[in-house]
């Protein structure tokens, strides 16, 4: 069970917002940072501050030995075979449009297909869009049940011999459902396509293994895991890895140039041209650090418990609709309230110190799929608690006197 003085280690929540104890319920769009991040971060800006594969004198070596220990890290965190499967990226988007933009042009052209569903976010989508329009390939869609989970038997329909990527969130930053993406990949594996796995919402919340999913890539952000802003990581298989180009050019990922041809470093190297985000990663390390310590099964526990905590307590309020499955597995519920825009429902809740989304969080098509311009969201992580559910009910119910709604 996790403690509560696990709360006492993020200074950020140690403040009132409105005159009130701060309740963050954002945690899908970021995630707090524990002191223990905070001051890896500030050590190395005291004492390793270099750039990194470069010098050969002290901060070099110690820049060095802090940032690819946190790729070794990374790598054992989510069980890649090594550590030149792990590409540092500014984080998930990044990752994704590096798959699209120099791995998708080598393997897909005109007629073609490339599978994702209706609920990924925008940054799963355009760059497949982009590719589609470039290559003159079909963009497909599985279908989504009401609850928004899909079925296997029509990602059995949908995906064909004609499909050579299928790109889907392991979870879903709206609707809290979680994908079975391991039988995803055995499905677009049986057809000769390779499967590419947003996994911006799922790494920080439950334990992942991209061996036993057998992904081919597999995209996530530091920064809801606990890491700082702008350092995030792609996961790609090894020998897919070695046959894509790089996408960006210039020091650091070169091997030899000459006036008119260059050739490129070994993996993981060949894809992080230019000074990488040190900090970043040193931070990404101390993260791991940190949820490791407490053991990502005893957060996905502690989750799946909050969520079932605030279905029932937001089922209670009249006119309070909920989207997404029942008995979700991660800690992220998205709601209307009657006909208050999803913006004043957020205003009157910031006025009582509780932070949560409102907007179509950056995934239009699901907006439009759900027949409303935008939702509210509340997502949890591991130092959230009953108690700051019991409080955002409070204050919905408040919201709907604000309004003058009738109460149930």
């Known amino acids: 069970m996790i403690s509560s003085s696990i709360r006492e280690q993020f200074p950020i929540l140690n403040q009132n917002i409105n005159g009130h104890p701060l309740v963050y319920l954002d945690n899908a769009a970021t995630s707090q ?21 470069r010098g050969v004198h002290t901060l070099g070596s110690r820049a060095t030995d802090a940032y690819e220990g946190a790729r070794e890290k990374l790598a054992k965190f989510i069980n890649a075979r090594s550590t030149q499967e792990i590409i540092f990226t500014r984080g998930t988007t990044t990752a994704l449009n590096i798959v699209a933009s120099s791995y998708g042009p080598s393997v897909v052209g ?22 589609a329009k470039k290559t003159g390939a079909t963009l497909k869609y599985i279908p989504l049940q009401p609850d928004g989970t899909i079925l296997l038997v029509d990602a059995e329909k949908t995906i064909t011999d004609q499909t050579k990527i299928v790109a889907i969130a392991y979870v879903s930053n709206v609707m809290g459902v979680t994908h079975p993406v391991k039988e995803l990949a055995a499905i677009a594996h049986r057809h000769g396509a390779i499967i590419v796995v947003d996994g911006a919402q799922s790494t920080p919340h439950m334990k992942v293994d991209v061996q036993d999913l057998d992904c081919d890539f597999y995209a996530l952000s530091g ?14 298989k090894k020998a897919l890895l070695e046959a894509m180009e790089p996408v960006e050019f210039g020091g650091e990922m070169i091997d030899d140039v000459g006036l008119y041809e260059s050739t ?9 041209g230019g000074t990488p985000i040190i ?9 791991i650090d940190f949820l490791q310590e ?9 989750e799946t418990k909050l969520a079932a905590y605030a279905e029932h307590r937001l089922s209670e309020i009249s006119g309070l609709s909920l989207y997404g499955p029942r008995n979700r597995e991660v800690g992220v519920i998205t709601f209307n309230l009657g006909d208050v825009h999803p913006h004043d429902v957020a205003t009157v809740l910031d006025a009582e110190g509780i932070a949560i989304r409102a907007g179509h969080h950056c995934c239009q098509p699901l907006m439009r799929w759900l027949e409303v311009s935008s939702t509210a969201r509340a997502s949890f992580y591991l130092y959230n608690n009953e108690s700051e559910i019991d409080l955002l009910v409070a204050a919905l119910i408040k919201t709907k006197e604000y309004f003058a709604y009738e109460l149930g």
Do not use: C
Request: glycine share 10%.
């Open 110 to 131: 005109e007629g073609d297909e490339i599978v994702i569903t209706q609920m990924e976010h925008h940054s799963n989508l355009i760059p497949w869009q982009q590719l």
């Open 264 to 272: 490129w470093k070994e993996l993981p190297w060949k894809f992080e």
């Open 294 to 302: 407490i053991g990502l099964d005893e957060i996905h526990r502690h």
């Open 279 to 287: 900090a970043g990663a040193v931070g990404l390390g101390a993260a």
């Open 223 to 236: 920064h809801k895991m606990l890491a700082p802003t702008g350092i995030g990581a792609l996961y790609g």
């Open 33 to 53: 940072k524990p002191r223990q991040v905070i001051e890896a971060v500030k050590s190395y800006y005291e004492w390793d501050n270099a750039n990194v594969h």
